[in-house]
């Protein structure tokens, strides 16, 4: 898909996105104690991401970009303020709740693929959806509608083994997407593939989330990739610059 129906397909996102916010933080903060000395690493990061809406998180290496994805993830504690997802307001939450949260509102792509080596791409995608309480057929059908979207029609039954580095990637996206969240979170997705294999991904990425209307966070420090999204928020000193709302 070019750039210009990537567009189209962002616009056609936000215009359907007009009644609230999936990822609203205010006042996000997170510090730790090292030597002695308080780090903070955010700054009470205030950011809305819209239903449908690819929001780019750009800023180098070092700038807070992974902590603020733990924090909407809900992946550690320790954060100060607020995170409201689909509705919810997870600061408030126990445990079990933010786990139940995390299993049914979000995805998650990493810039490690992080599949099971034992299991092939088609089940990859389908144990996620097992553990949502999907049944198992239903399971691999979606598996297969993901993975074929994606052009792995061919590799449904090869391990992560079998799969070169962008393939195993498009295994990630369609593992993150199974489930139908809302949100997801990717956190340099394409950060451990070639430039001409992470475009292909990338493009492959931003077609399949809008095509599914999820809302997307996508962490980077690649300005190039940054500017095929619909929005760019950037993280400086642990605070967002640019527009975050």
Not at 77 to 105: C, H, K, M, P
Not at 126 to 135: F, N, R, S
């Amino acid at each position: 898909m070019s750039d210009a129906s990537e567009a189209t397909h962002g616009r056609r996102g936000l215009a359907a996105s007009d009644g609230g916010a999936v990822l609203q933080t205010t006042g996000l903060t997170r510090s730790f104690e090292q030597g002695g000395a308080t780090i903070h690493v955010l700054r009470g990061v205030d950011l809305q991401v819209a239903s449908g809406e690819i929001v780019a998180l750009l800023g180098p290496s070092g700038s807070g970009k992974s902590t603020l994805l733990q924090a909407v993830g809900l992946l550690e504690g320790g954060f100060g303020g607020s995170i409201r997802i689909a509705g919810t307001e997870a600061s408030q939450l126990d445990a079990a709740a933010r786990t139940t949260l995390r299993r049914d509102a979000l995805g998650f792509v990493y810039q490690f693929h992080h599949l099971l080596p034992d299991f092939t791409a088609r089940e990859n995608v389908v144990l996620p959806q097992l553990i949502h309480g999907a049944e198992r057929d239903v399971a691999d059908a979606r598996a297969d509608e993901l993975l074929t979207a994606l052009g792995l029609g061919p590799r449904l039954t090869h391990k992560p083994a079998q799969l070169s580095g962008g393939e195993q990637q498009r295994v990630a996206v369609a593992r993150a997407l199974a489930n139908r969240p809302p949100l997801i979170l990717a956190d340099e997705p394409t950060g451990n593939l070639d430039e001409a294999t992470a475009d292909i991904v990338l493009a492959e990425f931003l077609r399949l989330v809008r095509q599914e209307g999820s809302a997307a966070l996508v962490a980077t420090h690649n300005e190039r990739m940054a500017a095929r999204m619909d929005r760019v928020v950037r993280l400086h000193e642990g605070q967002l610059q640019g527009d975050a709302a």
